[in-house]
């Protein structure tokens, strides 16, 4: 078995992202059962509905690959829907909600990375709290209740197409190129990458490890701000509870992708591939009528899996 | 990497902190605060010191403690645990299944027990980070929970209702119930080779040194997969003390306790890298918590604030103690 596990063509296919097996896989199931489903407008409308997801998970893999975590993302998406859709700000233009989203989001994102860079506490505990206050916030302001409508200009952009594909989708396709290039030719994207393998040869060859994790929380906010903006269009109503399970869905899809903390080994485009994975395994799921705890379910054993997969890996290649 | 940094000595309150490290963590910030708490609520409000209220808050107070205490094994190996909240739901959907309390009861500390070795053999034997691994049990489990109980409903044995409502030699049942829980615990994390063990292994870890521990002769995976096992059998008893109090099974009765328990634990002093912590400061932390809820409600403060102020303390509490190394 261990003999096995060492040979070069096992090794190889065990170092594919268990991303792209879960969607060839889920590819396959829906090719035979439900082929007139594949085709571009209806993967179009259910690839859309997981844009947001898609965008929040560019700032989580980030934050993932410097051995940290960021919780906060719900908080951010209900904040700015809220000043959205609150009426706070009335006859702002698109242009002023677009620049409020994003400062709001990198603020919340360097408070995060300054608590954990520097003063060092705890990841999942800071923005966890982070979140929690973002959320109580928003309900205390809006008592409870969905607050108001989005202006209908958000729903008129998230509604336009580029031919047979959704502008959203576009839009995350565009944001993921952006981020992998990113991550691959700036000096910060080697920092990180530095950061991930270890922190400490990172400290000792000159690298800033504080900095860069500082920035990698600042930038995911950023992107969660970005990712705020797309879920508002796509609900183009205000909400209490908008968003609050996609932070946990993103940490899901960025290790499904193959990004497990500081090893990044799926890059940007694995994380990418979770989260359409997510999307085909509930089209494969309400297809096939299976509802809410059995998509529960499935969910959690993916993860364990994808984990799994990994974590074994890990001893085996030591 | 450098060392926390010189700054932070000079604040009083760090220093304050510094004074009470050890093993035992940062109790003392969080025990001022409960006696604050409890001063304030005396003075603002006639109701708070009334024996009416301090058993409400005793029995409020008993699932959060009970999980948090399950929770603070698994954080003193430099783990986490984020079923306990499905785990609690899941109880009471068994428990409501309509067989008799004989069966039930046993079963569910089976399940969890179950519950609790599965992710620790996913942690230590599979190599999968605990927040990974438990996320995942998180959500098969909430599912299995949802399947056996969709909404909430049933009714649960006799039994369990009868251990948690009415009283026994003039004193309200839930107070046995805390009694038994903290004996219990002191007696795993103090007075057995086990508690012994566990604060090696985290401290260990704390430290860098993963393998300080084993190099000692302790079996460390195999006392990390039992702190996961208590962690589980403890959110179980939260649990069944919960079924107890609603009379029947919740899918949704355990939502986000997780979080309210790792708060509890972060609050009393615990550190999340494993090894310095104590059982004493996970329940002053549990009850700050408890005395928070309670008072805001004497005072008529909205939940929402309530959530904001409980949110801004865990990231105090957390900003209190810096550490040496950067992480989770």
């Known amino acids: 078995m261990a003999a096995l596990l060492t040979t070069p063509l096992v090794r190889r296919i065990t170092r594919v992202p ?5 969607f060839a896989g889920l590819l396959i199931v829906l090719w035979i059962a439900r082929p007139n489903m594949l085709n571009a407008n209806v993967m179009g409308i259910f690839i859309r509905q997981v844009a947001p997801l898609g965008v929040l998970v560019l700032g989580q893999l980030l934050v993932m690959r410097v051995r940290s975590i960021d919780l906060s993302g719900g908080g951010v998406i209900l904040l700015v829907n809220y000043f959205i859709s609150s009426g706070t700000f009335p006859g702002a233009s698109l242009t002023f909600f677009i620049v409020l989203a994003l400062v709001t989001g990198t603020l919340i994102g360097l408070l995060n990375g300054l ?54 989708v576009i839009f995350w396709l565009l ?36 900095r860069t994790v500082i920035v990698a929380h600042t930038l995911a906010g950023f992107i969660a701000g970005i990712a705020a903006l797309v879920q508002t269009a796509s609900i183009a109503v205000g909400s209490v509870r908008v968003g609050l399970d996609l932070p946990i869905l993103a940490v899901a899809a960025t290790i499904l992708g193959g990004v497990v903390f500081g090893r990044g080994e799926g890059g940007v485009w694995g994380p990418f591939f979770g989260v359409l994975s997510f999307a085909l395994l509930f089209v494969v799921m309400t297809t096939f009528g299976i509802g809410e705890p059995g998509k529960l379910i499935a969910q959690g ?7 799994v997969f990994y974590g074994v890996r890990l001893t085996k290649s030591n | 990497m450098p060392e926390a940094r010189p700054s932070a000595m000079t604040n009083p309150l760090a220093r304050l902190a510094s004074a009470n490290r050890g093993r035992q963590g940062l109790w003392l910030v969080p025990l001022v605060l409960a006696v604050l708490l409890a001063i304030a609520l005396t003075l603002r409000t006639s109701q708070f010191l009334t024996s009416e209220n301090l058993l409400n808050l005793v029995a409020q107070a008993m699932p959060l403690t009970i999980t948090a205490i399950g929770q603070l094994f698994v954080i003193l190996v430099g783990g986490l645990d984020l ?58 489990v909430l599912g299995i929970t949802r399947v056996l109980r969709p909404v909430a409903g049933g009714t649960v044995p006799d039994v369990v209702i009868a251990s948690v409502s009415g009283s026994f030699l003039g004193l309200p049942m839930p107070v046995y119930w805390g009694i038994v829980v903290i004996i219990l615990a002191w007696k795993l994390l103090y007075g057995s080779r086990f508690g012994l063990h566990l604060f090696a292994i985290g401290g260990g ?28 059998c403890f959110a179980a008893l939260a649990g069944v003390f919960l079924a107890g109090r609603i009379v029947s099974g919740d899918p949704n009765v355990g939502l986000l306790f997780e979080l309210d328990a790792i708060t509890a634990v972060a609050i009393g002093g615990t550190q999340l890298s494993g090894g310095i912590g104590s059982l004493h400061g ?26 904001v ?4 303390i865990l990231l105090f509490v957390i900003g209190l103690q810096s550490r040496k190394k950067m992480g989770l």
Not at chain 1, 301 to 307: D, E
């Open chain 2, 83 to 140: 079923s306990v909240g499905s785990v609690i739901s899941f109880t009471t959907a068994v428990l409501a299944l309509g067989a008799p309390g004989y069966v039930l009861v046993p079963a569910v500390f089976l399940l969890a027990a179950l519950i609790g070795l599965t992710n620790g053999f996913a942690v230590t034997r599979l190599n999968v980070h605990p927040i990974i691994a438990t996320l995942a049990m998180q959500y098969i």
């Open chain 2, 309 to 312: 102020i409980k949110g801004g």
């Open chain 2, 205 to 232: 870890m704390a430290a860098g040194t993963e393998d300080a521990a084993r190099n000692f002769g302790i079996a460390t995976k195999r006392n990390i997969m039992l702190a996961y096992v208590a962690c589980s």
């Open chain 1, 18 to 22: 268990p991303a792209y097996y879960v």
């Open chain 1, 175 to 210: 944001l993921t190129l952006a981020m992998a290039v990113f991550l691959s030719r700036s000096v910060f994207g080697r920092f990180v990458a530095s950061v991930g393998e270890s922190p400490v040869a990172a400290h000792f060859s000159g690298v800033p490890v504080e």
């Open chain 1, 115 to 168: 608590m954990i860079g520097l003063r060092r506490s705890s990841a999942v505990i800071t923005t966890l709290a982070v979140g929690i206050i973002l959320v109580g916030f928003v309900q205390f302001m809006s008592s409870g209740k969905p607050p108001g409508d989005v202006p209908s200009i958000f729903n008129q952009i998230y509604n336009t197409k580029l031919g047979p594909i959704p502008s959203p």
């Open chain 2, 282 to 307: 996970t329940i002053i932390g549990s009850v700050v918590l408890a005395l928070l809820s309670n008072g805001m409600n004497l005072l008529n403060v909205s939940p929402f604030v309530q959530t």
């Open chain 1, 301 to 307: 054993v993916i993860i364990l899996l994808a984990a």
